[in-house]
């Protein structure tokens, strides 16, 4: 039965409380009467005040107000914007960035704990420069055409002129400094070939964003393939991503000549490109994918392999057509595959199962449905490609447990 101790609690309240740990969603976790708050922009062993922003039956939110006793990790955000009444998007800007790592791998540790009932730990590893990262971004303008972010928990823009961890390619503050129409969100795509693309959108409705500026279709070279991904495509934010989760996937999956491999949530082929040469010509590689924008994408960066399938629809709905597969990598929205989608996989018994991961808490409930299915965690990789966020990507493989 969820406690009502939270009930003395009231919006606007300041209280004094002690900061206990990191919690999954980049909250931290203090107690006040017995009343457990999620509290923003702490840091584990500071002692605070805290605003009270929200109540529930279980549980409280909360803003630091002020600090009495500041961690060692504490430092200043290198964003003007980064602040309680600011922009929502960068949650951990006031750690020290190897720390951030170290809250991250802690979140990983407690999610398996409690998911997935296993002991794991786990190095987040550092990918590069905490700013300058990003090479996708959505912003939106307020009612007066100030570009900018939502404030957390708000539909409320916090104006920006300029966003540090966007790559210098995006030219976010040339954006920003535009004038720009109110209540429209903005889109910005940044290639590492060095091309843009804007999009607009009316933030009320479900309108398809219109591109106002440069191509409809991107180029990414990743291992020194060139991949068209159209403006609608997924494709990872980080501008180190694709390369760093290719390396660590093809260190797992250890894929032969021959082989047949299923790419779930393929997208516009990312995986497959490098996987298709070390299958070679008598190997097949089957990519399935929701977003029918991708799969075209998919289709024309691998029309010249008849090897490589390219399927649009719900992978939980087209995984039964597939009979056997040595190796199985799956890449799924952030809620994971699920019970079905991984009971299928673990019906194809393949020799290794590589899962790209974004959410932990997904990941960690995944996994204990491969256990179910005789699969266990044969190696676990993480990896910082949102620093300054809580976000974390994970990279796990599942072998077949050897039956005595």
Partial sequence: MASNKSSALKIGDLIDVSIEKVAHGGHFIARYNGAVIFVRHAIPGEHCTVEITSTGSSFNRGDVVSISEPSEFRVQPPCQYSHRAGCGGCDFQHIDP??????????????????????????????????????????????????????????????????????????????SGRNLKGDVRVEISASNTGERTIALAPTRGEEKARITEGPAVLHEVVEGKTLEVSQESFWQSHAKAPEVLTKAVLDFAQISSSEHVLDLYGGAGLFTAAIIDLVGPDGQVDLIEGSKVATEDARRNFASYKNVTVATGDVAKLLPRVTSADVVVLDPPREGAGKDVISQIAALNPRAIVYVACDPAALARDTAYLEDHSYLLAGLRAFDLFPMTHHIECVALYERAEVS
């Fill in 98 to 175: 190897g720390y951030q790592r170290t809250l991250k791998s802690h979140v990983i540790t407690e999610q398996f704990s409690r998911i997935a009932k296993q002991d794991i730990q786990v190095e987040v590893e550092e990918v590069g420069s905490p700013v300058g990262w990003r090479t996708r971004a959505i912003a939106t303008t307020n009612r007066n055409g100030k570009l900018g972010f939502y404030k957390s928990r708000s539909h409320s823009i916090a104006p920006v002129e300029n966003c540090i961890i966007c790559i210098d390619g995006m030219n976010f503050s040339e954006i």
